[in-house]
């Protein structure tokens, strides 16, 4: 059976790319796999970008995103799920391939150059954070990565990595594979400037209150060739089309489809019948979120007995790998 592993950052309320990109797909393989399914807040990660972290935030963002996910249907009877700075593992494997891993595989990632121009001083945990990541998946000998469009490079980088050190120390670690959700890839941001992103602003969460969501709605644009309501459009290169494919029904993505081709309907009924459907996904999440928060306890429970868990199988994967770069055994 394959095994699962997938972590997400503690970055604050989750959005609807997060949900559908990464989120749904953790509850889809759960229920799959079952405990061979591992996922986990990656806290360790959270410090290598200084323009969005804040550690008197950390712990609470920590324990938000856990009830995110489980709001979310992320069932923590039946998969792993844990915060990866309980699991000390993850620091230890992510040292050995430091020590392996070529500066210029890591100075060509994206994401990596992307951010570093912003910085006026680049932090080294931000070049090392796929090395990071690579120890988060192979530590758990994980070959099934579900991540967003934006990790695949990373999720390359981790095959060689685990390839290298299978070449210099002996056979060990699987090469994973990505998983991406069909229905997510690229989720445009409701100001229709690119992709949805925490750090441009323009996202929708999905524990946001309904009111503030329809506020972002109502001004989001549409088709540029709808400039009076009698315009005819094209659904498909509106943002308010992309929305209603991940949360409207096929009768109601079939009438707003038809409604625009022909200005049968308005934008603004439009983003109306687009708001029922969001309203129907994300408020039994809402309800299921609200009770987590007000049992802090229960979830910190459900952190700690995963992080049990997840030390029993990442325990003996760093003794094998320390013996086999040749550690001394006492």
């Known amino acids: 059976m394959p095994r699962v592993f997938s972590g997400i950052q503690p970055t604050g309320d989750p ?4 949900y559908f990109g990464a989120m749904k797909n953790y509850v889809r393989l759960g229920e799959e796999y079952g405990k061979n399914s591992i996922y986990c807040v990656v806290d360790l990660h959270a410090p290598t970008n200084p323009n969005a972290y804040d550690p008197r935030q950390l712990a609470a963002r920590t324990l938000e995103m856990a009830v995110a996910n489980m709001a979310a249907g992320l069932d923590p009877e039946k998969v792993i799920f844990f915060a990866q700075s309980h699991v000390p593992e993850h620091t230890e494997l992510a040292w050995l391939f430091t020590v392996i891993t070529p500066v210029g595989e890591l100075e060509r990632m994206t994401q990596y150059k992307d ?3 912003k910085l006026e001083s680049t932090p080294a945990g931000l070049l090392m954070y796929p090395v990071l990541q690579a120890a988060d998946i192979l530590l758990y000998k994980a070959d099934t990565v579900p991540v967003g469009e934006d990790q695949v490079q990373h999720i390359e980088l981790t095959r060689e990595i685990a390839r290298k050190f299978n070449h210099q120390f002996g056979e060990m670690f699987p090469e994973p594979r990505a998983v991406l959700a069909k229905d997510a890839l690229r989720i445009p941001g409701v100001d229709g400037q690119g992709k949805m992103s925490k750090s441009k602003g323009n996202t929708i969460g999905i524990l946001e209150p309904l009111d503030s969501i329809w506020q972002k709605l109502r001004p989001a644009p549409t088709d540029p060739a709808r400039v009076r ?3 005819p459009g094209d659904p498909d290169k509106c943002l308010i089309g992309d929305y209603h494919k991940l949360f409207s029904d096929l009768p109601t993505i079939e009438t707003v489809y038809e409604g625009c081709r022909t200005a049968g309907i308005g934008c603004v009924d439009c983003k109306k019948m687009l708001m029922v459907g969001i309203t129907r ?11 987590l928060r007000a049992d802090p306890v229960r979830v910190r429970d459900v952190l700690a007995q995963g992080a049990k868990e997840a030390r029993q199988i990442a325990a003996p994967v760093m003794e094998e790998a320390r013996e086999k770069v040749g550690f001394l055994k006492l």
């Open 15 to 18: 959005h609807i790319g997060n």
């Open 115 to 117: 951010k570093a121009q």
């Open 229 to 231: 309501r009698t315009d």
């Open 281 to 291: 996904e994300l408020t039994p999440i809402q309800e299921r979120a609200a009770e």
